[in-house]
């Protein structure tokens, strides 16, 4: 058990359950979030520097979600690796991967066999960068060894990096220019903050934006690198913003984040804003966008919240008293609480593999009473979190396709969100934020719970 989360007497800390063995784990390896922010870089191209299998299994982990080609590049440890170092494999790797690829960056994110190892990842870069003086793409190093983090972890982590290593420190400002540090989203999230950006005449540099490069359009022809992404250019003058907006409830309350980095070198101010989903998240976004771009709430945006209330207003008798079990990422499951909290349904389980500090406390600050009901579960398997769900029998369960197994011998419909969805088509187009998002989540809650109504129904209903 990690010392961090447990009291000066060595019991488990507020929301997580004692340890035990980890049975269907409720979270994937950091390696894979970093990759996720590296494909969302204009031509850069992950390489694992560790066994073969992990990048076997990110890349079949990704591409069953987004549906789209994704190549992983791996130093491929030996057994003689393992035990003497990877520097050798290393270098053939970067240069096997310029070869072929001609990246404009390099990613690289550790494993844990090369982090248990103690390969010295910034030593190898330097050494093979004075070696071919530095005259290939740049290299970018991540460390994610899984047995302390989540992907979670990994994704912010690569963000955190790729901003301190590229971003230049400047005064000048662009007006109308924002820097956007969104938390795992769809691409379809990602697009529609880059709408509701221009919608305020703001011109917005998101990192990352994966949102064409693992979800493009047909190929009249080939390409060995998904097009699409975040220039390193962009990257590199993320300093002339006037703000940027770092989207996440577990980010708003750290210190030293990419956004206080710009802040601190720039003087870009900074915005810590949790996931815009639901009307009171999504009223602060769009209020931060007009007090960053000086326009008012744009007519469009007006009709679209006007359409949300109404939606609310009108199936209120539905959602009403009912109950739900959510897991997944922290900030996904934050944000789906206050969200249900919001349209009238109980949050009795909110869950997540990661070790989360004062979990209760940022739930509570979003789910309306309090969470003195709620069982919050932080560092959790899905053997724990099933357990819980048969035991308080919910309406509803939100989370990937993890959930199917429960749902399915619960007969308690499972609505698929975040990641991975490997069991429904669509996965990277779900829509949540915005108030079209938001509208588009809420239609999907009450579908769900209708549904199973209706076929649960001795009579059948045809009209609800």
């Known amino acids: 058990m990690n010392p961090d989360n447990t009291t000066a007497q060595g019991t488990p800390a507020e929301g997580e359950l004692p340890a035990s063995a980890t049975r269907n784990a409720c979270k994937l390896c950091s390696p894979l979030g970093a990759a996720m922010v590296f494909k969302g870089v204009r031509s850069c191209l992950p390489f694992l520097h560790g066994s073969q299998g992990c990048a076997t299994y990110i890349r079949r982990y990704m591409i069953s979600h987004f549906r789209e080609p994704v190549d992983i590049a791996s130093s491929s440890f030996s057994e003689e690796d393992a035990i003497f170092g990877g520097a050798r494999n290393f270098e053939q790797g970067v240069e096997n991967v310029i070869s072929q690829y001609q990246p404009e960056l390099i990613g690289v994110a550790t494993t844990c066999l090369s982090e248990t190892i103690g390969d010295n990842m910034l030593g190898m870069i330097k050494s093979y960068q004075d070696k071919h003086n530095s005259s290939g793409p740049p290299l970018v190093h991540v460390s994610t060894p899984a047995y302390t983090g989540t992907h979670s972890d990994g994704y912010y982590g690569a963000i955190d990096q790729l901003v301190r290593t590229f971003a230049k420190p400047m005064t000048a400002k662009i007006a109308g220019h924002v820097n956007i540090l969104p938390a795992m989203m769809s691409c379809a999230d990602l697009r529609h903050l880059r ?24 190929w009249g022809e080939y390409h060995r690198i998904s097009p699409g992404g975040t220039s390193l250019e962009e990257i590199e003058e993320m300093g002339s913003a006037t ?14 984040t990419p956004a206080d980095y ?13 996931w815009p989903l639901g009307i009171r998240h999504t009223d602060q976004f769009v209020t931060s966008l007009s007090q960053i771009s000086g326009n008012r709430l744009p007519e469009s945006l007006k009709d679209e919240r006007g359409r949300l209330v109404d939606a609310y207003a009108d199936a209120h008798k539905y959602v009403s008293g009912k109950t739900a ?14 969200f249900l909290s919001e349209i009238g349904i109980r949050p009795i389980i909110c869950a997540t593999g990661a070790k989360v500090k004062k979990w209760k406390q940022l739930l509570s600050s979003e789910i309306e009473g309090g969470v003195a009901d709620v069982e919050a579960l932080s560092g959790t398997d899905h053997a724990k979190i099933s357990a819980r769900i048969r035991e308080l029998k919910p309406d509803l369960i939100l989370g990937s396709s993890k959930g199917y197994p429960i749902a399915r011998e619960l007969s308690i419909p499972l609505l698929r969100i975040g990641f991975p969805i490997h069991d429904r088509f669509g996965g990277q187009r779900i829509l949540q934020v915005g108030y079209r998002g938001t509208l588009a989540a809420f239609d999907r809650v009450v579908n769900a719970l209708l549904e199973n109504k209706q076929d649960t129904s001795e009579t059948g209903y045809s009209y609800l």
């Open 195 to 218: 709408e509701l950006c221009e919608l305020y005449q703001l011109s917005p540099t998101i990192l990352p934006d994966y949102s064409a490069t693992l979800e493009g359009s047909s």
């Open 243 to 256: 703000a940027t907006i770092e989207i996440g409830h577990t980010r708003a309350y750290l210190k030293n």
């Open 262 to 274: 710009l802040e601190k070198t720039s003087s870009v101010k900074r915005h810590a804003l949790g």
């Open 325 to 338: 079990a959510i897991f997944g990422e922290p900030d996904l499951v934050i944000a789906q609480a206050a």
